[in-house]
């Protein structure tokens, strides 16, 4: 088991009940802790911000390891990354992009 620390932004943290930082013991990979986290209307994290190719466009979720740059999770296969103790894990709402000039 490794201890991360997850954190819940916008409709995330609502939908987990309106925590915004926990730390949270799991074996696995990413996908193993959305799998573990529920939702206060008892789904998966998993289920709300993951379909079959990936990240849902309306959510985000990002990896930080130690002073590494932090990564955006898109793909199924990224989610398969195992976490180590002390990863960073932020769930949140895609910003929208604004194009112009």
Do not use: C, H
């Not at 954190?7 to 799998?35: F, H, N, Y």
């Not at 990354?81 to 000039?101: A, H, S, T």
Request: hydrophobic content about 40%; overall charge neutral.
């Amino acid at each position: 088991m490794v201890k991360v620390t997850v954190i819940a932004m916008g409709s995330v943290r609502e939908a987990l009940g309106g925590w915004g930082t926990r730390t949270v013991e799991v074996t696995g990979s990413v996908k193993d802790l959305l799998l573990t986290l529920k939702t206060k209307e008892g789904k998966t994290l998993y289920e709300l911000m993951v379909d079959p190719d990936g990240t849902k466009d309306r959510y985000l979720i990002r990896w930080v390891r130690g002073d590494l740059r932090p990564s955006n999770l898109i793909y199924q296969k990224d989610l398969e990354m195992q976490l180590e103790d002390g990863d960073r894990i932020w769930l949140l709402d895609n910003p929208p992009v604004i194009i112009g000039g």
